[in-house]
């Protein structure tokens, strides 16, 4: 089945330390997107990669950076993690930006 | 801006009794409206969504949405809730062309027996 793949579902990381996560999709679709989602909140776009070009939300810290090699992956980079850095990290495709996106299972985050 | 209020935060209903959920947006034009549903540690899966024709919107899992552009709404129902309807529920907002989604706030269902 064509899905959105979210690795690892549970991360822990050091304050400070820099942590990847990753996405995958095999629906082939152009639009990726990175979320943060807090307990109890609606998801938060970081930013989102239409095919190769970069889209930062004004509000997304510097901390948080992005790289999509290709069609398939794209990852989150948060340089430093802080504390108020925990949360779940949602990862969606679309085609298009106007259509529905389709959301992997997230990574969970914790910083200690 | 578009914007998109859920004013419910929690919903409790008894399993087997009628549901509706409450979404309001503000949008200029005709809005692509969507609702998601996610269950705790979860990403979120669409149940519905709308682009344009009948008003009238069927989903996955029993679910519909009718959306009202006099009332700016587009309420989700169902008619008979089931206890493994029990998740959160997002409603969302995007527009034609180069956009992206904005998300309501969420309405926790919860099911009583």
């Known amino acids: 089945d064509a899905m959105v793949i979210q690795n690892p579902r549970y991360q822990v990381t050091q304050f400070g330390k820099p942590v990847t996560l990753s996405c995958s999709q095999t629906?082939?679709?152009?639009?990726m997107y990175w979320y943060q989602q807090k307990s109890s909140q609606a998801p938060k776009l970081l930013f989102h990669?239409?095919?190769?070009?970069?889209?930062n939300e004004a509000d997304t810290p510097d901390n948080f950076q992005s790289r999509r090699p290709n069609t398939s992956f794209c990852f989150l980079d948060i340089r430093s993690p802080g504390l108020g850095d925990a949360a779940m990290y949602l990862c969606?495709?679309?085609?298009?930006?106007?259509?529905?996106?389709?959301f992997g299972p997230g990574t969970r985050l914790t910083v200690t | 801006a578009q914007s998109v209020t859920q004013p419910d935060i929690h919903i409790t209903v008894s399993e087997g009794a009628s549901l509706e959920l409450r979404c309001n947006y503000s949008?200029?034009?005709?809005?692509?409206l969507f609702w998601y549903v996610q269950s705790p540690g979860q990403g979120l899966q669409l149940l519905l969504k709308?682009?344009?024709?009948?008003?009238l919107v069927q989903g996955i899992k029993g679910f519909e949405a009718e959306f009202k552009r006099s009332q700016s709404s587009f309420n989700l129902r169902k008619p008979s809730v089931h206890w493994s309807d029990a998740a959160e529920y997002f409603c969302?907002?995007?527009?034609?062309?180069?956009?992206?989604?904005?998300f309501g706030k969420g309405t926790m269902l919860l099911v009583s027996p």
């Open positions: 969606a495709t679309s085609k298009g930006t106007a259509g529905e996106q389709y």
């Open positions: 629906l082939n679709h152009n639009v």
């Open positions: 990669y239409y095919d190769k070009d970069f889209n």
């Open positions: 969302a907002v995007g527009e034609s062309g180069y956009s992206t989604l904005t």
């Open positions: 709308y682009f344009s024709g009948d008003t």
């Open positions: 949008y200029g034009a005709t809005p692509y």
